[in-house]
């Protein structure tokens, strides 16, 4: 699963320069197996709280509401907006990215 | 007050994106709204919940920080949360792109 994902990463990489370049903060990219993080421009520790926090409790929780509402729909992008930041998240089958800005 | 409220409902009402709006009580009671009555009770329950647990979240990552706005994309919509001190409104539409 990890090297599927480092692919892809690789194959992104001048997708995420332009990102990065753009009003970000930073960005995680999280392995959904495991919820742990697989790359990430921020500090370790902050990435893995953020992942612990969003991917672990949120996107889940989100997740099933929209499953609730309606079980043929599924949820394909997410935006928390905060005072400071806003948080876009992107969950996909095998991983998921949250990029703040 | 009340008027200003309608006014401002339809308003959005004839955007043509825009499938329902609901205003909601902090209780989950919904206080008004445009869609129907089942949906709308359904819909308060579960963006309830998700309202407080998306407060929570951000307050764990931040306790200085606050949660001001959440939008939902998926297949057929985007629901759009947006919390107040009172209440929380509710908007459901069809995405942009």
Do not use: W
């Amino acid at each position: 699963m990890n090297r599927i994902l480092e692919e892809v990463i690789h194959r992104n990489a001048p997708i995420v320069d332009r990102i990065i370049a753009e009003h970000t903060a930073g960005y995680v990219v999280a392995d959904n197996m495991a919820n742990a993080v697989a790359e990430t421009s921020f500090d370790n520790t902050s990435a893995q709280a953020l992942v612990k926090h969003l991917n672990g409790t949120l996107v889940p929780a989100c997740q099933s509401v929209v499953r609730d509402l309606d079980p043929t729909n599924q949820l394909t992008y997410m935006r928390v907006a905060t005072r400071k930041f806003e948080y876009l998240v992107a969950p996909e089958e095998y991983f998921t990215i949250t990029v703040v800005q | 007050m009340s008027a200003e409220v309608e006014e401002m409902l339809k308003r959005f009402q004839n955007f043509k994106n825009i499938v329902g709006i609901m205003v909601i009580d902090n209780d989950g009671i919904p206080i008004k709204t445009t869609m129907e009555y089942n949906l709308t009770l359904h819909y308060a329950a579960v963006m309830q919940t998700l309202r407080e647990k998306a407060q929570q979240v951000v307050l764990d990552l931040d306790a200085t920080n606050e949660f001001t706005f959440l939008r939902l994309r998926t297949l057929r919509h985007e629901v759009l949360l947006c919390p107040e001190v009172d209440y929380f409104i509710v908007v459901l539409q069809l995405p942009c792109d």
